[in-house]
């Protein structure tokens, strides 16, 4: 069975940092097609943040989060990192972790974590 678990959230202060992890297990990361963050604010849709391609480790991100976000793996530990520097109010939202199943094409299969709470406030 496949699960993620987000870890990392919390309240912090404008213009601070947080680093967001999500272990996996029952699915390998060498093995996946990507890896990704998504973030739902209150009242607005699920948006894709940062994403890293299994195969030759690509990544891309939102417009909004380019230069203060950074998304990484560890394959050792099986484990996907989002590091969120100069973060503002409008971070503020529940962040995702999301596994594509499929190695070098993606097989359709979506997995996600529960998420976890990020609040960015004075």
């Known amino acids: 069975q496949v699960q993620l678990v987000e870890s990392g959230g919390g309240l912090v202060q404008p213009g601070g940092s947080l680093r967001l992890s999500c272990a996996a297990s029952?699915?390998?990361?060498?093995?996946?097609?990507?890896m990704s963050w998504y973030r739902q604010a209150p009242g607005k849709e699920r948006e894709l943040v940062a994403i890293?391609?299994?195969?030759?480790?690509?990544?891309n991100y939102a417009d909004s989060v380019k230069g203060r976000f950074t998304i990484s793996r560890d394959n050792a530990k099986n484990t996907v990192y989002l590091q969120m520097n100069s973060l503002a109010p409008e971070d503020t939202a529940v962040y995702y972790c999301?596994?594509?199943?499929?190695?070098?094409?993606?097989?359709?299969?979506?997995?996600w974590g529960k998420g976890t709470l990020v609040t960015v406030s004075s």
């Open positions: 999301n596994a594509r199943g499929g190695g070098g094409i993606w097989d359709g299969t979506n997995y």
């Open positions: 029952g699915f390998t990361l060498v093995r996946s097609y990507a």
């Open positions: 890293i391609i299994s195969a030759g480790g690509r990544t």
